[in-house]
């Protein structure tokens, strides 16, 4: 499967949701989101395991801050 997964974070739940609809509207992708704030470090440490442990193949990673 030649798809993308799409793997987007915020601390912002309804404009991460709403990005998320949007991009999955727009085309054939895959997206996961997670609600974190990167500020607080056990909770980074914690969305950090689970993404690793859902998606132990990522290829790429992009931070827009």
Known sequence: NDQSI????????????????AIRAAGDVTVHDYVVDLADRS????VVTRIMRQHPDVNLLFNNA
């Open 43 to 46: 909770a980074t440490d914690a």
């Open 6 to 21: 799409l793997i987007l974070l915020d601390r912002d739940a309804d404009g991460l949701a709403r990005v998320a609809d």
